[in-house]
């Protein structure tokens, strides 16, 4: 076998290895879907305390990726990980609520905030542990495997909630079937914990704490014996650089625009409203779209497969094609999703009754706005979804990366924690409400809301975010410091 052949392997090896850390975000986030559909109805929750149990892992998220880069800098990327990976363990097995625990929404909601600080130390560890060892032609290839696998994780778990459910009757999903949902999620986290360990530490933390012939030894397994020497006086050289400057801050002058941008961009990828659709799928379909409960993990389905095969096409063009047109695209893409989905609610007369008792649009509007649906996930998963975290993973300069991700990821999560707790919400407002008459807006509401956020992403992204493909991440700083 040759050396370019060990190369390749062992790269791909470990990025498959760490973006289980992004598939068990996905799957994590994912199962909150199809369990709180039923576990709603087991609790008798009314729309704001369900919006807060689904909310809660953000607000473990928020503080797992407020305390990552600390945790990153001081232990290192890889036991970062593995931290997180035990957590995971620890809130699929308690988020079923065993016999042995109290059947108590309060200790539901700390099992999913643990839940939700794993997918914070993840989330912002994976992607820049797969940055810091890809050469820089294919880093936006590899960090888009970080996205791949959150929606692969959505996927499997919407298939795994399916067949669960599927096989089950309604009333025993209410007692049961969702607890069965959430411990599924046990198989992958002890997956990722066992092969963790066969991954190396990354070497530019490694160099950061004066361990340079290690550093030195991963880099030359990872990329040969000649890009390695490359890529190791690289980082040793922004290194001293850094050592030689004075000792800077995020919120240093020449920084802190850098900063702004990245968290800025961060924030905008959850007011697109992806986990609205992604944690209400179920709801969306049975009460707006008028699927009857049988068809509605079915759509789910559907919705995760979309999801998936327009990330493929992210890899395949984002070192291409780049970026920054990615984005353009995947926004305009997006806002024609939305707005078809919510001029179609909004002119819809609800005069049809469903399995539940609900007012619904016809079959033909519900295929329309289903259509609309599907084309805001396909066009979000080829471009905000994973072309973020790429950007993310290359802005910020080495001195200030894990602080600067540490904030830009935090700030992600707080959004995400207002969307998901705010939507039920909005859907259930007077104004929103579905009627036999109408409501105000039909429930057409949160659609032109999100609409309105992705016509700034548009502007945003057109006016603040350079083009970075094929550039080092020491090259990027100078992109920046211009």
Do not use: C
Not at 210 to 223: P, Y
Not at 248 to 255: A, I, P, Q
Not at 435 to 440: L, S, Y
């Amino acid at each position: 076998m040759s050396t370019t052949s060990n190369k390749r392997i062992n790269i791909y090896f470990i990025t498959i290895v760490i973006t289980l850390g992004g598939l068990l975000f996905g799957y994590d986030t994912g199962v909150i879907n199809g369990t709180q559909f039923y576990f709603s109805k087991y609790f008798e929750l009314t729309g704001a305390l369900k919006g807060f149990i689904v909310s809660s892992a953000l607000l473990g998220a928020l503080v797992g990726a407020a305390g990552a880069g600390i945790l990153s800098k001081k232990i290192g990327r890889k036991k970062s990980l593995i931290i997180s990976a035990v957590f995971f363990m620890i809130s699929a097995w308690g988020s079923g609520l065993p016999s042995m625990l109290p059947q108590s929404i309060t200790l539901l909601v700390i099992f999913r905030i643990i839940g939700g600080v794993a997918i914070g130390i993840a989330s912002m560890n994976a992607p820049m542990y797969i940055a810091e060892i890809a050469p820089a032609e294919k880093r936006g290839n590899l960090v888009t495997f970080y996205q791949l696998a959150i929606v692969i994780g959505f996927f499997v778990v919407f298939l795994a909630t399916y067949f669960i459910g599927s096989e089950l009757t309604d009333s025993e999903n209410i007692s049961y079937g969702w607890r069965q949902m959430f411990w599924s999620e046990m198989i992958p986290a002890f997956l990722f914990l066992g092969l963790l360990f066969f991954v190396p530490k990354s070497p530019r933390w490694l160099m950061i704490n004066n361990k340079d012939e290690e550093a030195k030894g991963i880099l030359k397994r990872i990329h040969g014996d000649a890009i390695a020497e490359k890529e190791y006086s690289d980082i040793k050289i922004a290194i001293e650089n850094d050592i030689k400057s004075a000792k800077v801050s995020v919120f240093t002058k020449s920084l802190l625009p850098i900063v702004i941008i990245g968290t800025v961009l961060s924030v905008l990828q959850q007011f697109t409203g992806i986990n609205a659709v992604l944690y209400y799928g179920a709801d969306i379909f049975e009460q707006a779209l008028g699927f009857g409960q049988d068809d509605v993990l079915k759509q789910q389905i559907l919705l995760a497969t979309v999801n998936l095969l327009f990330t493929f096409v992210a890899m395949f063009t984002v070192d291409k094609l780049g970026r920054k047109p990615l984005l353009m695209i995947g926004g305009f893409g997006m806002l024609i999703g939305f707005l078809m989905m919510g001029f179609t609610l909004y002119f819809s007369s609800y005069s049809n009754i469903n399995s539940a008792g609900l007012p619904t649009i016809s079959s033909t509007e519900g295929i329309i706005s289903l259509v609309g649906i599907l084309i805001f996930i396909g066009s979000f998963a080829m471009s905000m979804g994973p072309v973020v975290w790429v950007i993310l993973s290359e802005i910020f300069p080495n001195k200030i990366r894990s602080a600067a991700m540490s904030i830009a990821v935090a700030g992600q999560w707080l959004a995400n924690y207002f969307v998901s707790q705010t939507f039920p919400i909005m859907v259930d407002s007077d104004a929103n409400k579905l009627q036999m008459n109408g409501g105000i807006w039909n429930n057409s509401l949160p659609y032109f809301v999100f609409s309105f956020f992705i016509i700034i992403i548009i502007l945003f992204v057109w006016k603040f975010i350079p083009e970075t493909k094929g550039k080092t991440l020491e090259e990027m700083e100078k992109v920046f410091q211009k």
